[in-house]
Structure formats: C-alpha cells, structure tokens
C-alpha cells in the first residue's frame, strides 16, 4: 500500500492524527499507545466540518502546566513503548531536537520541550498510526507553511523551525493562517515522508481528512490521507540523471551496483568537464517509474549530489529475456538471452560467473566466457532440434 498526504492547507499532530483516525485507524489503539507513556493524556475525536468539508477532529487532552523536558528525558519516556513506534517516534523528536538545536543555536542536549504530554501523544499516536496502515512508502505534497509566524516560549519565531525541519521537501507559503504548520506535524513529515509532489498514480483504497484547530475562510484547514495501491504503469519510463564533481570515483562501482538491486533498467556513467574544468561524471539512471523513489533515495543517499533531473521518456522499448545455465568444468554459468518475436539475437554469459568460473579453474577468463557461449550455442541448437523433433512427431 501507498500513502500520499495532501498538507497543503499545513499540518500539526492533531490534523494527522485526525486524518488518520478517519481513514479507519481505530482511535482505541492510538490511546492505548499513548497510555503506556504513563503521561495521563487523552484522545477524545469528534467530527466537524472545514470548508465545507466533513472532517474527523482529534483533540490531545493533557497536563496544562507539564515540566520542561530534555531529549534525554524524552528517550527515557519513549523505552515504554513497543517496538516498532518506539524507533519511529524516537526518530522524530530527534529530527525535532535537531532542528530546534540548529535554529536557536544551541546545543542539542539543551533542546528543551514545553506541552510534552500533548506533543508525545501526537508523536508516539501519528508513529503508532501510520505502522497501522502498513504503507510501502509514504509521499507528500507541498506543504502550506503560512504567512507569519505565532508567539510561543521562544518568542514569536516558530516558523524557522518548521523551515528547517522541511529543509529539502516542497513547501509553500500562500493566503494561508498565520501559522498552518507546527514543528511537531513538520517532524513528523520529514521523518516518514519517503518522496516529496503530487499524488503518484493510485487506485484509491482509503481516504482520512484530519481538521485543523482553526476554521478560516480563505482554505479548508483540513489534512488528507490517501491510501491505496500504485497502479503498475508498464510504459512509464524514467531517466534519472545529475552531474557529481566531487565524489571519489571508487565509490561509483558500488553505487551502481545499489541502483541495479533497486530496481533500474540500466545506470551508467559519461564523463564530463564542469566549470573551472573540474572533471566530473554524468550519473544517468533509466527505470520504470514506480522505482523512480527508491533510487532518488539511493543517488541522495550514496552520491553527494545534492539534486537531480527527473524525466519521462515517451517510449521505452525491450527485448523478451531469459536466463539459463550451462556449465565449463563442472562450474555454474548463467547465460542471458534476449528474444525478438521468439528468435534469439543475444546470448550472453553473466561476466560474474565467468570470473569466479576462471579463477576456480585456474583458466584465463577470455578462455572460459569463449567455452561458456560455445556450451550456450550447444543448447540452443540442441533446444531447436528437439522443438523441431517434437513438430515432426505431433499428429496433424
């Protein structure tokens, strides 16, 4: 299955947990997580209407004077909790410590968390939640941070934080309230979000709208998850590609090799010259579009580009493959062959079992890859007499 949040309208704890609760997520099991936290918190919803929309609103009913807690205090709360929420929400409020640390310049351990009841409950409820919908991947569109800012402990500066947290996703500003986006629904989103645009191609299975705190006039203050599965779209194609000038060229083999297990039709290298005629290389990865995440995820993971181009290729065009085996001295050869109307006009031994074949033997590769396609030549003439033996022998 395959989450897609429409946050346009902003986000907080409440709205997600709200969105999820209307998409079938039972609230039970969401207060029954957030009570081994030992906190005294509540969960209470009600429906209500946004923009004319009818909506499921969760209100986080907490200690109204709580104590100031650090990071440290906040682990501790969250060993309580069974795996696998306990990661999922640790993650966050370390990615929410980070953030706060980066932009109030301080030292992480020094982070400090006011309303902790009411934000461990959204964290802990919205982990437990979306481990409930069991999704593959979880993507999001732009995200509506507003137009302002509120005051809070810190002074009237909460925004900077929700923009670090969504540092590297897609936001948008906009006719929307003061603030539509908390840091605790900004953690949360880039914690989980696998993949940043517009809703990918699904057939819809789940639908959950999560209210806001505030009914504006100007938008829906609503959030919404769609759930579903991605619908397998054979011809769409994509190429992948971005330009890396400072990546030590050891490391390409390797990521390559990630790209191929991921899901790529082929990835290649083409060398280039940058400006101030730095050498560099044209990474280039082409692939079915239902992959196109994961490897985005591998090329920001392994490479240290810090952005790529992404686009659809109109027509992409393969020859039928299969794979079988042959042997040289008693050692495994897989043999891959491409057909074109059921004719075979590629056979080709895989180079890795040519390799390990040579060095078993003692033999030079060029000796075994030329043994390896005679034996693959053998078979296939071997396959056609039978085939034609069998035709001559039918009854007609």
């Known amino acids: 299955m395959i989450g897609w949040i429409d946050a346009r309208a902003g986000v907080s704890g409440e709205m997600l947990l709200g969105a999820l609760v209307d998409a079938g997520v039972p609230l039970d099991l969401l207060q029954?997580?957030?009570?081994?936290?030992?906190?005294?918190?509540t969960l209470t919803s009600t429906t209500c209407e946004r923009g004319g929309i009818g909506t499921t609103k969760v209100d986080v009913v907490a200690d109204e004077n709580p104590p100031i807690r650090y990071l440290v205090e906040i682990q501790r709360l969250l060993d309580r909790v069974e795996e696998p929420?306990?990661?999922?929400?640790?993650?966050?409020?370390?990615?929410l410590a980070e953030a706060e640390s980066r932009v109030y310049r301080i030292p992480v351990e020094g982070v400090h968390f006011h309303n902790v009841g009411a934000t461990l409950a959204c964290v802990v409820g919205a982990a437990s939640g979306f481990h409930q919908l069991g999704l593959e991947s979880l993507h999001c569109s732009p995200v509506g941070v507003g137009s302002g800012t509120s005051q809070g402990a810190h002074g009237p500066l909460l925004t900077p934080a929700v923009l670090e947290l969504l540092r590297g996703a897609s936001v948008a500003t906009g006719p929307l309230m003061p603030e539509c986006a908390t840091p605790t629904g900004a953690a949360v989103l880039?914690?989980?979000?696998?993949?940043?645009?517009?809703?990918?191609?699904?057939?819809?299975?789940?639908?959950?709208?999560g209210a806001g705190q505030s009914n504006p006039s100007e938008v829906a203050n609503v959030l919404r998850i769609v759930v579903g599965e991605l619908v397998d779209q054979p011809h769409h194609t994509?190429?992948?590609?971005?330009?890396?000038?400072?990546?030590?060229?050891?490391?390409?083999?390797?990521?390559?090799?990630?790209?191929?297990?991921?899901?790529?039709?082929?990835?290649?290298?083409?060398?280039?010259?940058?400006?101030?005629?730095?050498?560099?290389?044209t990474l280039s990865v082409l692939a079915p579009g239902r992959r196109a995440a994961d490897l985005r995820a591998v090329i920001f993971r392994e490479t240290s580009t810090i952005g790529l181009r992404e686009t659809t290729v109109p027509k992409h065009h393969m020859l039928a493959r299969s794979e079988s085996l042959v042997q040289v001295g008693?050692?495994?050869?897989?043999?891959?062959?491409?057909?074109?109307?059921g004719e075979a006009v590629n056979v080709n031994p895989e180079w890795r079992d040519v390799v390990a074949a040579a060095q078993a033997l003692g033999q030079p590769a060029k000796q075994v890859l030329a043994?390896?396609?005679?034996?693959?030549?053998d078979d296939s003439i071997r396959a056609a007499v039978e085939l034609w033996d069998e035709t001559l022998s039918s009854p007609t």
């Open 85 to 95: 929420v306990r990661t999922t929400a640790g993650a966050i409020f370390c990615r």
């Open 190 to 209: 880039a914690t989980l979000v696998t993949d940043w645009g517009e809703m990918p191609p699904l057939v819809i299975g789940r639908l959950g709208y």
């Open 371 to 377: 043994q390896a396609r005679l034996a693959a030549s």
């Open 32 to 41: 029954t997580t957030v009570g081994k936290l030992g906190l005294g918190v």
């Open 330 to 341: 008693g050692q495994p050869i897989r043999i891959k062959t491409a057909r074109l109307d």
């Open 238 to 281: 994509v190429l992948l590609e971005t330009n890396v000038d400072d990546l030590d060229p050891r490391v390409w083999p390797y990521v390559i090799e990630l790209l191929f297990d991921a899901g790529a039709h082929d990835a290649w290298l083409t060398p280039i010259i940058m400006k101030k005629g730095r050498p560099a290389h």
